[in-house]
């Protein structure tokens, strides 16, 4: 059996004190740790973080390409004379990438039939097949504008080819880049509504996601209980939660304004309200990890907590107090959260202790 080396000491340790109890014999003890190998190099950690870093150099490279002056006049000079030369139409073109990311899904779902442990890798394979039905469908925007500017049902389009794929091809992965789609194409859709205007039905763009941020956290509890689509429940969960607390943070700060001369003009008391929300939303999720020892619930909780109080920090002491002192608060709540950290993780291991004295 070949465990990491964190694994193996803990397996080890367990043995060695289930032999010192008698639990099992000496022979048992030492056939089992015959059988332990460790590896000597996490080599699936190397290639989780790999493939994330990966992907993430890839979107900035293709970022970084589109919006160098230089790349784009070289690549739309290289367009245009690939269009001369294979007179390709902009529905032509939508069909090709939507053929391309087809072949690269349907190969992806090949290798992962015979390399299911390869997680990673297959799921990297899908992000090809992600970008080139990204790429289908501006082709298809193009090929259908109209001039009317109601790009939101491109992006909506997105959203139901990735939720589909995600859910028929159980990936994570595409299942994320639907919710991530579904979020800007809900952004772009109410801005169209308003004429990009800052407020749709009495609300700015933070105070919108507030609320889908809360929908799509409820509709995440919904697939908890459908055997069908519970894998999906957590990614749903953790993407409903960003949306919401990063919406409440930046509703904190901005309140619900039009505009910057709007919330320039407000006194900071103004913005009190939202603050408290905030705060107390933060509490609730904490409530509700405590209660049900959901990790992810606590997480939350305590991560925007933190950033509220952090951000309320920075709001009210940064013109008014020296930025020595400022620094030097910082230092100290620091210190203080981490030696407490520090003490309640100390408590944990010597209970923990005394509880396998007393038990042996």
Same mark, same amino acid.
């Given at each position: 059996m ?9 397996v080890?340790?367990?043995v ?14 030492? =056939?089992?740790?015959?059988?332990i ?5 996490d080599?699936?950690?190397?290639? =989780?973080?790999s ?7 890839? !979107?900035?490279? !293709? ?7 230089? %790349?784009?006049?070289?690549? /739309?000079r ?28 349907? &190969?992806?779902?090949?290798r ?17 097949g ?42 994570? &992965?595409?299942? !994320?880049?639907?919710?991530?789609s %579904? ?8 801005g ?15 105070m ?8 799509l ?10 055997? =069908? ?5 957590? #990614? ?5 939660l960003?949306? &919401? ?7 904190s ?14 006194a900071?008391? /103004? ?5 408290? &929300?905030?705060? #107390?939303?933060?509490?609730?999720? %904490?409530?509700?990890?405590? =209660? ?39 230092a ?9 950290? /520090? ?14 004295e007393?038990?042996?």
């Amino acid at each position: 059996m070949r465990l990491s080396k964190k694994r193996t000491r803990i397996v080890l340790e367990a043995v060695d004190t289930l032999a010192s109890e008698q639990v099992i014999d000496a022979a048992t003890a030492g =056939r089992i740790r015959c059988n332990i190998r460790p590896w000597k190099f996490d080599w699936r950690r190397l290639a =989780r973080y790999s493939f994330l870093v990966a992907i993430i150099c890839a !979107v900035i490279s !293709v970022v970084a390409l589109l919006a160098d002056d230089w %790349i784009l006049a070289w690549l /739309e000079r290289i367009g245009k004379l690939l269009e001369r030369i294979l007179l390709l139409s902009d529905a032509v073109r939508s069909l090709a990438c939507a053929v391309l990311s087809a072949a690269v899904i349907f &190969l992806g779902l090949r290798r992962r039939r015979q390399h299911p442990e390869k997680l990673y890798s297959n799921e990297g394979g899908f992000f090809l097949g992600v970008l080139g039905i990204a790429a289908s469908i501006a082709f298809l925007g193009r090929a259908i504008d109209d001039g009317s500017g109601h790009f939101s049902l491109l992006i909506l389009l997105a959203a139901v080819v990735y939720g589909i794929l995600g859910a028929a091809l159980e990936s994570i &992965l595409i299942w !994320v880049f639907g919710l991530l789609s %579904i979020g800007a194409w809900f952004g772009a859709e109410t801005g169209y509504e308003s004429g990009w205007g800052a407020y749709y039905l009495g609300m700015a763009y933070p105070m919108r996601f507030v609320f889908f941020g809360f929908a799509l956290t409820l509709a995440s509890l919904l697939m908890k209980n459908r055997p =069908r689509i519970r894998f999906l429940f957590p #990614a749903t969960r953790v993407i409903g939660l960003l949306y &919401l607390f990063i919406a409440l943070w930046i509703l904190s700060i901005w309140g619900n304004h039009q505009g910057y001369d709007d919330w320039h003009r407000a006194a900071q008391y /103004e913005l009190l309200h939202w603050a408290i &929300l905030f705060g #107390a939303a933060s509490g609730v999720c %904490i409530y509700l990890g405590l =209660r049900h020892d959901d990790g992810v619930l606590r997480g939350f909780g305590l991560t925007f907590l933190f950033i509220n109080l952090y951000t309320r920090f920075f709001e009210y002491c940064w013109n008014g107090l020296h930025k020595g002192v400022f620094f030097a608060v910082l230092a100290v709540s620091f210190w203080f959260i981490g030696s407490r950290a /520090e003490a309640i993780w100390t408590l944990k291991s010597r209970q923990q202790t005394k509880g396998d004295e007393k038990a042996g």
